[in-house]
């Protein structure tokens, strides 16, 4: 049975008509077209699903849309329209991505951590990304553009 949904994706309010357990990263991809969100392996470990939901990191293959109303919700397609996002910049700096498939979870989860800890440790660092996924094996790329990412935002 489907019910309406109001829910918050990047600063603007969208009604959603869905099952109440249908998961968000499904919502964001079929019914608001932000494909941005990625599938990975649908049980929350890859991390290719990560949006940024009320400033945390989390795995939309794992949350319900009925748990989302209420909720500020930012996907990638919500940190910039043209990649100019500090953060988008720094990956393109450092050309972190290989295959790219699980990019935007990787750069939704240093943007939080950068929401949260502007100048993060290295420990900081490899703390918050540990448990996003990157078959390509580009954490040192990706380590070095958070660092990276710092040194934008101060500028």
């Not at 049980?43 to 794992?62: H, K, L, M, S």
């Not at 993060?120 to 990412?149: V, W």
């Amino acid at each position: 049975m489907k019910e309406e949904f109001k829910i918050k994706v990047n600063g603007i309010y969208k009604k959603v008509n869905s099952s109440a357990d249908k998961p968000l990263l499904w919502v964001l991809r079929e019914d608001l077209n932000l494909t941005g969100t990625k599938y990975g392996c649908g049980f929350g470990v890859c991390g290719a699903c990560t949006a940024i939901i009320d400033n945390e990191p989390i795995r939309t293959c794992q949350i319900p849309i009925a748990d989302c109303e209420n909720k500020v919700i930012t996907t990638i397609e919500g940190l910039s329209e043209n990649g100019s996002h500090y953060v988008q910049q720094a990956w393109i700096e450092e050309g972190v991505p290989q295959c790219g498939y699980c990019q935007c979870g990787q750069i939704m989860s240093a943007t939080a951590l950068l929401n949260k800890k502007p100048t993060p440790s290295e420990e900081e660092i490899n703390t918050a990304m540990s448990d996003n996924y990157c078959r390509c094996g580009t954490y040192q790329r990706l380590r070095k553009a958070i660092e990276r990412a710092v040194q934008i935002k101060k500028q």
